[in-house]
């Protein structure tokens, strides 16, 4: 159980709700580097009030899982089921089908909140993308007024 009373049970299973499976995890976060990239390209933009949407909807994301982020850095450590040589095993074990390699459910939420941190990113660059577009385009027809 964690501190807070909860089994650590339910915030794994909201945890792999919200994800789905490691690699859509992963796919999302490769997918939200990558629009980053493109973003910082120039090659993508996106206009005030859809940004203003996307924005809301990824705070929104980040929140909820923020909010399970103190339980999930319980699951990185061992829980206490006593002293001797089978709990100290059992205990490790329990931690490191939580937090042992890419497929365990920590490194998959990591790499949620990091794919979330980067499409927020990618959001205001591609905001400023289109703002610098659309005063481009207002500076160059401006030309053609008189």
């Known amino acids: 159980m964690s501190e807070s009373g909860e089994p650590v049970q339910s ?6 709700n919200a994800v789905g499976s490691p690699e859509q995890a992963k796919s ?5 580097k990558h629009m980053l990239g493109e973003a910082q390209a120039g090659r993508w933009a996106v ?24 339980r999930i850095e319980l699951l ?12 100290r095993q059992v205990a490790e074990h329990m931690r490191a089908a939580m937090d042992s390699d890419a497929q365990s ?4 939420f ?15 660059v591609a905001m400023r993308n ?10 160059y027809l ?5």
Request: glycine share 8%; charged share 25%.
């Open 47 to 70: 206009d005030e009030e859809t940004g203003t949407h996307l924005r809301s909807a990824i705070s929104h994301a980040h929140g909820q899982l923020d909010a399970l982020n103190a």
């Open 11 to 16: 915030v794994a299973s909201a945890i792999t």
């Open 76 to 87: 990185r450590r061992a829980p206490k089921l006593g002293n001797d040589v089978y709990a």
């Open 105 to 108: 459910l920590v490194p998959v």
């Open 110 to 124: 990591k790499a949620l909140l990091e794919g979330l941190d980067n499409l927020q990113q990618a959001l205001e």
């Open 28 to 32: 999302f976060a490769d997918g939200a």
């Open 142 to 146: 401006g030309r053609f007024k008189d």
């Open 130 to 139: 289109y703002d610098a577009a659309d005063e481009a385009a207002t500076q």
